[in-house]
């Protein structure tokens, strides 16, 4: 394993992507014993993305007291069938939320009025101010649904609708959620980025060749909208998880 500091940000990089995603679900595990020890509930929000698959098996296979768990996440889709697989919600259900006994779950729902959506789950926001978030990077280094065009480090809002960039939507094709662009929603709900850099603790797990630029331009780059996710080198208690592919373009 290679440890490194990008400003703020840790770093750290493992010679196997199942390692990596063991190591940062042992680290996740830890942070909310922690917390337990402070607080009666702690509040998560969680990626969904083939990328984070194999963390969140590995955390749903820790012995966490998830009956004093909160569990959000991040993004979803407007207007894709209750029943897509696709669906942020859905993966989550698949890969962790059916199987823990979480506190609560709360889902982000992409149909009805997406304006009143928002000010629903900017509520519950409020109301479980998150501690952990658990999330990853996109392809254009967005951050969550915030894709360069639309992010904004500043945000006065904590959920926002927006409009999902071309290459946003070809990583999804890329990943096989999809079989092509043309299926892919344009729009989607997204928790803004200060929302998500309120929390105390972040970890972020960052698997896979095709990321790799992103990571490169994460850590290298200027700290800008123009790569969303280079934002979490401003941040405190942020860890950034690579594998031998994502971190392929660094010079190490």
Not at 29 to 37: A, D, H, N, P
Not at 65 to 79: G, K, L, P
Not at 112 to 137: F, K, N
Not at 246 to 252: A, E, I
């Amino acid at each position: 394993m290679h440890n490194m500091n990008k400003d703020k940000l840790t770093v750290k990089i493992y010679p196997a992507t199942k390692a990596m995603a063991n190591e940062a679900a042992k680290e996740v595990f830890s942070c909310i014993r922690k917390k337990l020890k402070e607080k009666e509930f702690v509040n998560i929000i969680f990626a969904a993305a083939p990328s984070q698959a194999d963390f969140l098996s590995a955390l749903a296979a820790c012995d966490i007291e998830w009956r004093r768990i909160n569990a959000f996440h991040m993004d979803e889709y407007i207007e894709l069938p209750d029943d897509a697989p696709q669906l942020f919600g859905n993966f989550l259900r698949r890969y962790l939320f059916d199987l823990v006994p979480f506190h609560q779950t709360f889902f982000l729902n992409g149909w009805g009025d997406a304006d009143q959506e928002c000010m629903r789950y900017a509520a519950l926001l409020a109301e479980y101010p998150v501690d952990i978030v658990c999330l990853g990077i996109g392809e254009n280094g967005h951050i969550a649904f915030n894709d360069p065009h639309v992010a904004d480090f500043k945000d006065s809002r904590r959920i926002k609708v927006v409009r999902l960039d071309d290459v946003c939507r070809q990583q999804q094709v890329n990943d096989h959620c999809f079989d092509r662009i043309e299926e892919v929603p344009r729009y989607a709900l997204t928790l803004t980025i200060p929302a998500l850099l309120s929390a105390p603790c972040l970890y972020c797990v960052v698997p896979f060749r095709s990321k790799a630029q992103a990571v490169y331009n994460t850590l290298n780059g200027e700290i800008s909208e123009n790569c969303p996710a280079s934002v979490l080198r401003t941040k405190e208690n942020a860890i950034l998880y690579l594998d031998p592919e994502s971190s392929s373009l660094l010079n190490l």
